[in-house]
């Protein structure tokens, strides 16, 4: 399966030379044991196991424990993980006061990035990388309160009171309590939304050496904890060329709605790069066929549109969006296809949340994904900081002006 490739650290120590890679488009800077992915065939593999298999058949947190620890669980082992998160929901009451300094303006991706920042402030006590012990609490203390930190980071941005976490909900069904059980006496959680967003959540879990997994890796290259490196991760994966795209594809779809110019016209637009516009949720640096996942989301999107009753002429104007883009030649000659957030926005929307908590929404996802890779980077004894070369291409060396 495995494609080959040379190893060039120690041919540089030989020779001196380096490579230039803009983007890392060619660089491995590592050797990873836990997601397989074959862009040209759009295959996606965890661990082993095909994504429609996992997708199909596992829990969120069944996925993440395959993910972190390589095999799946057993039963006792799952149920125990599940009841350790369950028992470490609760953020400490001065954390919670944290969020009222912020603006309600916020995104709340800088919220999520800032608080997990600070969960480190309040652990020091599992802050140790070198400590499996210490590791493996920090690593339940995360996937605990993480969906806390976001459903209050969306709270927090529509000037609603933070709930408790009910500890006697499945992970997600909790998650979804803490965002829209503020009349929790008549909130019932509707269990085709849970479905659907568990399979979601599944879906982002990992993808291997993608922009904010790698910032994860490389700031724990330099020995900084657990949190620090999750906290960096979410803030690359901010940005709309990353996790951002799922906020900017419905940003999109609306412009087009709202300017009323037509899907054809506004894919001209994205053919003439007319002020750098592009046609978001297309395009994959791996995948140069149909993304996988975006397979399954276009599907769930269908499904739970239906199940809820609910029209959505921004899910027409998208699938008119991909169909004139894959009969195009520009999209053609370039392998652009939808990827996995071309649909997620428009299934989150009828869910009820807010366009900001989307990206949010793909950092819950991506957690065990980053720990993963985190813990593998931490553990493996080859890894060294990670310090990419440059070429300079400044100026000589020159004289500081003696008038000066
Ligand atoms: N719309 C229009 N043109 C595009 C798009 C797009 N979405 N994506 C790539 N292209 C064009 C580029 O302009 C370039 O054209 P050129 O050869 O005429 O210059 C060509 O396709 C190759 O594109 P690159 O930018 O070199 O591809 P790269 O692998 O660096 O970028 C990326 C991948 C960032 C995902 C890009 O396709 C993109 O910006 N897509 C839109 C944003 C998006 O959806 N991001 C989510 C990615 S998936 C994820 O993070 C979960």
Do not use: C
């Amino acid at each position: 399966d495995g494609a080959s490739s040379l190893d060039l650290s120690s041919l540089t120590k030989q020779t001196g030379l380096t490579g230039l890679d803009y983007g890392f488009v060619n660089t491995s800077a590592t050797r990873s044991a836990i997601t397989y992915i074959d862009g040209d065939a759009g295959i996606l593999r965890y661990r082993g196991y095909p994504i429609e298999q996992v997708a199909a058949n596992a829990s969120y947190l069944e996925t993440a424990w395959l993910l972190i620890y390589g095999e799946l669980p057993t039963a006792d082992e799952l149920a125990e993980f599940d009841e350790k998160i369950r028992r470490h929901t609760l953020l400490h009451e001065d954390l919670k006061r944290f969020f009222s300094a912020l603006p309600h303006t916020a995104h709340p991706m800088s919220v999520l990035s800032s608080a997990v920042s600070a969960l480190s402030t309040y652990y020091e006590d599992s802050s140790d990388p070198k400590d499996a012990e210490q590791v493996e609490l920090t690593t339940i203390r995360l996937l605990a309160k993480l969906p806390v930190i976001a459903a209050y980071a969306h709270k927090k941005s529509v000037g609603q009171a933070f709930l408790y976490p009910d500890n006697s909900l499945s992970f997600v069904d909790n998650f979804l309590k803490l965002n829209f059980g503020n009349l929790a006496e008549i909130y019932q959680i509707d269990p085709v939304l849970s479905k659907a967003l568990e399979r979601l959540l599944i879906l982002h879990e990992d993808h291997e050496q993608n922009a904010s997994t790698s910032t994860v890796r490389l700031v724990g290259s330099t020995g900084a904890n657990l949190y620090a490196s999750i906290s960096a991760g979410i803030n690359a994966l901010y940005g709309p060329l990353h996790g951002g795209a799922n906020e900017a594809v419905l940003e999109m779809l609306a412009g087009i709605r709202d300017s009323g110019e037509g899907v054809a016209r506004f894919v001209e637009r994205v053919k003439n790069k007319e002020d750098g516009v592009k046609l978001m949720g297309f395009g994959h640096r791996v995948y140069k066929n149909y993304d996988p996942r975006a397979k399954l989301v276009k599907e769930s999107a269908d499904e739970v549109l239906e199940l809820l009753g609910v029209h959505d002429p921004l899910l027409d104007l998208a699938k008119e969006l991909e169909q004139i883009a894959l009969e195009d030649d520009y999209f053609k000659e370039r392998r652009l296809y939808p990827n996995v957030d071309f649909y997620t926005g428009v299934i989150y929307k009828a869910m009820g949340f807010p366009t900001r908590m989307f990206t949010v929404l793909f950092a819950i996802g991506r957690l065990p994904g980053w720990i993963a890779h985190w813990r593998e980077m931490n553990n493996d004894p080859q890894t060294k900081i990670g310090r990419p070369q440059q070429l300079y291409v400044g100026s000589p060396q020159r004289d500081w002006p003696a008038d000066r």
